[in-house]
């Protein structure tokens, strides 16, 4: 697919100023994704197109500066993986058009590791088991007298 003349500003809508249907090939996806996930492309493409509207930047094709901007835009007030999807979904519908990846450029890889180093998604620890708590999981329970699960008597036990 020839690559049509640059755009200023693209629409939301069913295609972009450049001519590119970005809807209808997201709708190529179906049964081989869930509807959930064309959903959520859909979704997170459409915020990236509302995005450029507003910065005056073509988002088809979208340069790597453009995409690195939109990263480092909302890097304070989303999640990483709620950004690192939103790429997902750019790279998706420039995938399915045949157009070039901008994620495979440098300044996306350093947008998307200032993402994690900003806003890490680190697991919360576990408590420990301790004395009393594990005594605690011992005692059989009122209803259900004299019924202690295995993994209890062996913690019991050892």
């Known amino acids: 697919m020839t690559a049509p003349a640059p755009c200023p500003v693209a629409e939301a809508h069913e295609q972009d100023k450049n001519g590119y249907d970005w809807r209808s090939a997201l709708e190529d996806l179906r049964g081989a994704y869930a509807d959930t996930t064309i959903h959520g492309y859909a979704r997170d493409f459409a915020l ?11 988002p088809l094709p979208a340069s790597p500066q453009t995409v690195a901007r939109y990263l480092d835009a909302n890097i304070a007030t989303l999640r990483a993986t709620t950004l690192v999807r939103r790429l997902a979904a750019i790279v998706r519908v420039h995938r ?3 157009l070039e990846n901008p994620a495979d450029s440098e300044r996306v890889r350093m947008a998307r590791r200032r993402i994690q180093r900003h806003r890490p998604n680190r697991p919360r620890q576990a408590l420990g088991v301790d004395r009393p708590l594990r005594d605690s999981a011992a ?9 202690l699960c295995s993994a209890t008597v062996m913690m019991c036990c050892a």
């Open 48 to 58: 990236f197109i509302t995005w450029c509207n507003e910065q005056e930047c073509c």
């Open 96 to 98: 399915l058009l045949e």
């Open 139 to 147: 005692t059989p329970c009122a209803w259900a007298p004299l019924r």
